[in-house]
């Protein structure tokens, strides 16, 4: 009798009944069960099934049958025959007792990999039921909510109204099935509070751990500025808001005082005393470096009123002289047709449909028309130049209708949104730039001024001359408005601390002057620092520690010592030592225009500590009043129609929130 090798000692056997179902062991359980089954399909060929005997139809999954089967004639299968010997083998009902008999009796090597295979099929069963199996203990602890005053429940409820807060999410989310929903299956431990909760408790905590944080943080800088402007929200309620930028360790840092609700007479008395409290509730310098406004008549008012350096938003003043250089009957003529035929398009759907196919039978790009945003006048030069270059497909549109055909341009009207293009075009980048809040954009402003004097707005021969008088009237309005002194100055100041630009930008014949400036203000910021850094007088409680002190201990001397000499003041006055500091720094190599100037000043400060300081000062000021505007934005995602009712109170500390709140 020829037998078969054993199978090998891992192969493991789990019939259809053994398995256990999918979805309820743990990993490893199925790894077990899978492999198992598998190995119960490769192991099966091993014991040849004989073409006499048929396999049994039901089985409890007992390994036996594998070696026993039933004649094709035996459709009860009540007689079961030896696959090897072929002796029909008498059984009670299901009991297999008599076969495994047989087999231990008359085929004892088939006997012992029977109960091999026996053997490992009981192990692994065992393992995946106490894989699956749940402990008492482990049970309970899933199903016992936190603690409130637990870590975990305190940290997910932090990170709750973090989210809220800083996504300027509304409050009633915490009881919105799906966020419910999500929690429960993140955690199932946690229970959510009510809004109710974060509302009148976790929302205030934070809001007060953030402002006594920055106020710490703010507690020791000297040099900063400011900017502000007014705003109405959905429901008509007027706000001003107050944002401040100052340098800390040569980072530039930003942060939003507040967003005041401001339902008095926006006259320039009112806003000077509600700046003079803003500066006195963070307990500030009352007197910043200067303040970034647009050029509305009251706050320019109150600015003055308090004293202040006012800086003129870059942004406004361009977009001022750009309406300036737009006064012409021609100009006037064609921007009204540009948004004419923006208006037939944006409502109506049909026109928008015949526009898309007109597109694609001249093979223009699928756009869609840009609507003009009378504050922005970026978004007219985006307008003439979609329109020009949807110039086809308008007019094939336009003209299949007698009542649009008087919108269809001409070419005089061509002519002159090309000019208005190539004047605006140059400058479109200029005001993006300059309203960053991450880095130094004062110092640009004089830089940028003489590159449209030399370049950007100088006349060009071919441009025509519609094209060229708008350029003159842009530059002779900036010109005009940045010579004032004040203004003049802070732009001078600025880019010459700017280890960029220097004096390459200054007047030939103000750069004495400035000099001169320079040397004043960094002896006084000398002298201010000098006073601020004087050792603090004992505590009490370090007066009462009495210390014995430690005998000296004799040390020996060494060659170095005989040439030690007492320490001698410098031999040169402070207004030499900075004029020292001036000579070096104009000899120094230039910057790149493209490298940071804070990380210039990070790197050379000890070399220069006195222009230094001049630098932190004057470099935190920004070149527009943007920062205002995005509070302004802000407000507007928090003051939906939706959640119209908020409270001014509870504006201002959203708004807080979601500006200062760090990652």
């Given at each position: 009798?020829?037998?078969s ?13 053994q ?116 402990t008492?203990q ?40 799906g ?13 959510l509070p ?26 020791q800088?000297?040099?900063y500025?400011?900017t ?25 840092k ?21 700046l003079?409290?803003v ?41 001022l ?15 009204n ?16 449909r ?39 497909a308008?007019a ?9 055909r ?24 200029f ?15 004089r ?33 005009d ?70 005998p ?34 104009f ?12 990380q ?37 995602n928090?003051v ?17 929130l ?6």
């Amino acid at each position: 009798m020829e037998l078969s090798a054993p199978p090998p000692s891992w192969i493991l056997l789990l019939t259809p009944s053994q398995m256990v179902p999918a979805s309820s062991p743990p990993p490893l359980a199925r790894k077990l069960c899978v492999c198992v089954k598998n190995s119960f399909n490769m192991a099966a060929p091993t014991q040849p099934a004989s073409p006499d005997f048929l396999p049994k139809k039901r089985t409890n999954g007992s390994i036996i049958w594998r070696y026993f089967g039933f004649k094709p004639s035996d459709e009860e299968q009540k007689e079961a025959f030896c696959r090897e010997c072929k002796t029909l083998v008498q059984t009670k009902g299901s009991s297999t007792t008599n076969l495994f008999n047989h087999l231990q009796h008359h085929h004892k090597l088939l006997y012992e990999e029977c109960a091999r295979l026996r053997f490992a099929v009981k192990t692994t069963t065992s393992t995946c039921k106490k894989s699956q199996q749940t402990t008492l203990q482990t049970s309970l602890s899933q199903s016992i909510p936190y603690e409130k005053t637990s870590a975990r429940w305190v940290s997910i409820t932090e990170s709750i109204a973090f989210h809220i807060a800083k996504d300027m999410t509304p409050i009633a989310v915490v009881e919105q099935p799906g966020f419910k929903r999500m929690l429960k299956t993140l955690d199932p431990r946690y229970k959510l509070p009510s809004r109710h909760f974060f509302s009148r408790q976790e929302l205030p905590r934070l809001y007060t751990r953030e402002r006594e944080r920055l106020a710490a943080d703010l507690a020791q800088v000297v040099h900063y500025a400011l900017t502000t402007d007014m705003w109405s929200s959905r429901t008509c309620e007027p706000y001003m808001c107050v944002t401040m930028h100052y340098i800390v360790e040569w980072e530039m840092k930003s942060a939003c005082l507040q967003t005041t609700y401001f339902p008095q007479d926006h006259t320039g008395e009112n806003i000077a005393e509600a700046l003079g409290d803003v500066t006195t509730t963070w307990m500030l310098n009352p007197n910043p470096v200067a303040i970034t406004t647009d050029n509305g008549s009251n706050i320019v008012s109150a600015v003055q009123s308090k004293q202040w350096l006012r800086m003129q938003c870059f942004g406004h003043r361009l977009h001022l002289a750009i309406g300036h250089g737009m006064q012409n009957s021609k100009i006037t003529r064609a921007i009204n047709i540009c948004k004419k035929n923006v208006a037939a398009f944006s409502y109506s759907w049909k026109r928008r449909r015949e526009l898309a196919e007109a597109q694609v039978q001249l093979n223009l790009p699928a756009h869609q028309l840009i609507t003009e945003s009378p504050t922005r006048w970026g978004s007219r030069l985006q307008m003439v130049e979609r329109v020009l270059e949807q110039e086809r497909a308008l007019a094939k549109v336009l003209s299949a209708d007698k009542k649009t055909r008087p919108l269809v341009l001409t070419w005089q009207d061509i002519e002159v949104l090309e000019a208005i293009q190539r004047a605006l075009k140059p400058l479109q980048e200029f005001t993006d730039a300059l309203s960053g809040e991450g880095y130094v954009t004062l110092s640009y402003v004089r830089p940028v001024l003489h590159l449209f004097n030399s370049k950007l707005l100088a006349p060009q021969e071919g441009d025509g001359e519609l094209a060229n008088t708008i350029r003159h009237t842009i530059l002779t309005y900036l010109n005009d408005k940045y010579s004032e002194p004040s203004t003049s100055d802070l732009l001078d100041m600025a880019s010459f601390v700017d280890p960029r630009f220097r004096g390459t930008y200054v007047c030939s014949e103000k750069l004495a002057a400035l000099k001169e400036r320079v040397i004043y203000e960094a002896q006084e910021l000398l002298a201010n620092d000098a006073a601020r850094n004087q050792v603090r007088p004992q505590s009490a409680a370090e007066q009462c520690v009495v210390t014995d002190p430690a005998p000296p201990v004799a040390k020996k001397k060494t060659l170095a010592s005989f040439f030690e000499q007492d320490a001698t003041p410098s031999a040169f006055s402070p207004r030499e030592s900075i004029q020292n500091e001036l000579s070096s720094y104009f000899q120094s190599v230039c910057l790149d225009s493209k490298a940071d100037p804070l990380q210039w000043w990070r790197e050379h400060e000890v070399a220069y500590p006195a222009l230094s300081s001049l630098a932190r000062k004057y470099l935190c000021v920004p070149a527009t009043s943007s920062p205002s505007e995005r509070i302004f934005s802000c407000s507007g995602n928090i003051v939906t129609c939706q959640r119209a009712s908020l409270k001014p109170d509870t504006v201002d500390r959203l708004v807080f929130l979601a500006k200062n709140l760090e990652m």
